[in-house]
């Protein structure tokens, strides 16, 4: 079955650096979803990357999508203590979503 | 509001017990999820169901069991069978499968 692969597992910065997260897949996509989940919580929807190539941008977040639908990153700039928390890509399989095993982002204030 | 709800919030069991957890949702969503999630982990699929009456096993089935009788409800019997019951649980639910998926607040079970 498919697999997604996501790198780092874990990263601590500085608050005011930047941070970015991979993720990779072992497949195609159809497309690419990515979530966050802080601290105690649960996973919140970010955004859905549907096209080769695809950048999309969310304040200070950006997030894109491999021209080969394979692999897709997410990068923050000027990292906060708001942004702390666990990122998750999920890569659509069929009728489910398969997850990677996500990146925890520790924010040094 | 609509919204997932999950409870409890927190569960402990006995080892040997069968547990249920219920998970709800007003959303009108077709597709609902059972995720279990172990620490510093990932998410893996327990179950799915993408319609009332229907239901699929995800990744993880084994030692567990779902039902679907209604579309708001899609509870998660997580039984003695279960090898390592002790995690969070997430129940989401999407308007389509493979769609944007709304999760709950999860439940966290401990068994002792």
């Known amino acids: 079955g498919q697999q997604v692969m996501q790198i780092p597992q874990y990263q601590h910065v500085q608050e005011g650096e930047d941070f970015t997260t991979y993720c990779n897949s072992s497949t195609t996509l159809s497309n690419i979803q990515w979530y966050k989940q802080r601290p105690g919580g649960h996973p919140v929807f970010l955004i859905q990357?549907?096209?080769?190539?695809e950048v999309k941008k969310q304040k200070r977040l950006t997030f894109q999508f491999g021209e080969a639908k394979k692999n897709s990153s997410l990068h923050i700039t000027a990292t906060q203590t708001t942004d702390v928390g666990t990122y998750f890509c999920?890569?659509?399989?069929?009728?489910?979503?398969?997850f990677g095993a996500g990146t925890i982002l520790r924010v040094k204030s | 509001d609509g919204g997932i709800t999950q409870s409890p919030k927190y569960l402990f069991r006995k080892e040997g017990q069968n547990v249920t957890l219920s998970c709800e949702q007003n959303l009108n969503h077709d597709a609902m999820y059972w995720y279990r999630q172990d620490p510093g982990q990932g998410l893996r699929l327990i179950y799915y169901?993408?319609?009332?009456?229907?239901?699929q096993k995800g990744d993880i089935a084994e030692g567990y069991s779902v039902s679907r009788e209604k579309k708001e409800s899609f509870p998660l019997t997580v039984t003695s069978a279960q090898k390592n019951p002790t995690a969070f649980y997430l129940c989401?639910?999407?308007?389509?499968?493979?769609?944007?998926?709304?999760f709950g607040p999860g439940t966290r079970l401990t068994v002792l």
């Open positions: 999920a890569g659509k399989d069929g009728n489910k979503l398969v």
């Open positions: 989401a639910s999407s308007i389509g499968t493979g769609g944007e998926q709304f």
């Open positions: 169901s993408q319609i009332v009456n229907d239901f």
């Open positions: 990357l549907v096209k080769s190539g």
